[in-house]
């Protein structure tokens, strides 16, 4: 599922619904926000926030879109930057870098392992063979410092398509919150000779792949039974004798019978349970 914020300028952006937005900024050549939240990104959405600095020949834009999926025995989260555009027709080298971070909240579950990738592919596109440009990326995943990645320098007349990636394994978060922070750093040097551009049409990525363990037991129902506000108190118990044994509560609002919330009642164990509860131990035996 995505929900889909996207917003034409800065101006739209800032009042935007940030609350699922990446925390984007821009400094070098244009500045850029910064704009947006870091979230955390609940399992199960999608957004994206577009941006838009400069003007004409000399401008960027782009869209920074971010997923968190999760499935019965894993989690993926992604970070993209795509649809983007820097051109310019400086005489002289310009430099725009790009910073992206974004939280993603995780299951309740345990990691087992987390592995990462970043990389991005576009194209240079040159009117003048005396035009170059670059790019570069770091990215930190949690803890863990990724080894940049660089396209080198690229030149010659047309498009030059450019490739970089990692992958590797990181630490485990120990949280429920795992944090990617991307840097992208691009070059231009138009050479006063025309219009240069650096185009990414789709892949500039971070992606975390989580393997995750199985669910938590469910925890118990509280031992206010009868929801009164009372606990710890014996009519609980005397109320979840009596409605196990078939009868009426005291109060008008009691509990479910499945007090250790296993699926299964009525169930001696859910008796059993809440007399454990009730005298301090835990919900699990
Ligand atoms: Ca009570
Ligand atoms: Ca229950
Ligand atoms: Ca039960």
Do not use: W
């Amino acid at each position: 599922m995505r929900l889909g914020i996207i917003a034409a300028g800065l101006a739209l952006l800032a009042g935007a619904s940030s609350g699922l937005a990446a925390v984007v900024t821009g400094t070098g050549v244009h500045t850029i926000g910064p704009f947006g939240t870091t979230g955390p990104l609940q399992a199960g959405v999608g957004g994206a926030i577009s941006f838009q600095a400069g003007s004409g020949m000399d401008s960027v834009s782009g869209t920074v879109e971010f997923t968190n999926n999760a499935s019965s025995s894993s989690q993926s989260f992604t970070l993209r930057l795509t649809d983007f555009t820097f051109r310019s027709t400086s005489a002289t080298p310009v430099t725009l870098q790009l910073n992206i971070v974004q939280d993603f909240a995780l299951d309740s579950r345990a990691v087992l392992s987390a592995r990462t990738s970043h990389q991005f592919q576009g194209s240079g596109e040159f009117v003048s063979a005396l035009q170059s440009g670059q790019m570069s990326k770091t990215s930190t995943h949690e803890a863990t410092m990724l080894p940049a990645i660089s396209s080198g320098s690229f030149f010659g007349l047309g498009f030059m398509d450019f490739f970089a990636s990692h992958n590797q394994f990181v630490v485990v978060p120990t949280d429920q919150i795992y944090r990617i922070n991307a840097t992208y750093t691009f070059v231009l040097r138009p050479a006063g000779a025309g219009v240069a551009t650096i185009r990414i049409a789709n892949t500039a990525v971070d992606s975390a792949n989580l393997v995750l363990g199985p669910p938590p037991p469910p925890p118990c129902d509280t031992i206010d039974f009868n929801r009164d506000g009372l606990f710890p108190d014996d009519r609980d118990l005397v109320d979840f004798l009596t409605v196990l044994a078939g009868g009426q509560c005291s109060e008008p609002a009691c509990n479910d019978l499945d007090f250790n919330n296993d699926g299964l009642f009525p169930d001696d164990t859910d008796l059993l349970t809440f007399l454990r509860v009730l005298a301090g131990g835990t919900c699990a035996p």
